[in-house]
């Protein structure tokens, strides 16, 4: 019966581990100091204390740690002889990930709303879009991604694996490891009906929206009201374009298969790349964003000055 897995791509980067291991850990160092900023920002700034930046700072609150499950492991992996994962803790893995995944999917379509209110709607936004709302959506955001996934892997702690430990990708997913069950596992299709389905309609919530604010933006008369309109939802669609474009790829892939290359590739994307361009997205390319950061530096330096 196994007990543990072994990540089978590893083994092949042991010898140049070193060279993958350094910019990795750049990035991740980068993706928790980047995340981290933003959610200290908008806690201390007076002037971000609205809906959209509220649920910017959950967005990287999430970030923190839906990256926190697989690179750690990946780096652990690149450096050390041991390249395996225990039954329990790829299991624990699997779990966070999507449950984190599937409340930051929730989480951008709750964005989507509030920028659709906003543009669309803006007597009534104050109104609508109360810190009460934010919290109950941030709430029902965390409790939809951290119990659609348990049954799933609930079921999957009950399935004997006595064949090939190793696992084709860069951390525990739920195909990879599926099938290496040796049992009948017909029935996950019906979990993965519910997770397309899921988000499909995440999905759509966010198109729909965003399709209704470029109707809106277009017909303002002001041309300056126009690019002010486009500029607060610009990194908001470019960070859902990001998420759900490859999560589509990789999750709604139906009957379509690809090489472990292009599997390992896509799965990078959404587990590296995505969360490292999102701090640069909603700070770097943030202009309150970045005054509130220069603005909190100023304050602080003064704080230095006065304490000597």
Known sequence: ????????????????????????????????????????VVQLDTALRTPMYFFISVLSFLEIWYTTTTIPKMLSNLVSEQKTISLAGCLMQMYFFHSLGITEGCVLTAMAIDRYIAICHPLRYPTIMTPRLCIQLTAGSCLCGFLLVLPEIAWMATLPFCGSNQIHQIFCDFTPVLSLACTDTSLVVIVDAIHAVEILASFLVIALSYIRIIVVILAMPSAEGRHKAFSTCAAHLAVFLLFFGSVAVMYLRFSATYSVFWDTTIAATFVILAPFLNPIIYSLRNKDMKDAIRRLLCSQKKADRAGR
């Open 1 to 40: 019966m196994v007990t543990e897995f072994l990540f089978s791509i590893f083994p092949h980067l042991h010898e140049g581990g070193l060279l993958f291991f350094v910019p990795l850990l750049i990035v991740y160092v980068f993706i928790i100091t980047g995340n981290l900023v933003i959610v200290i």
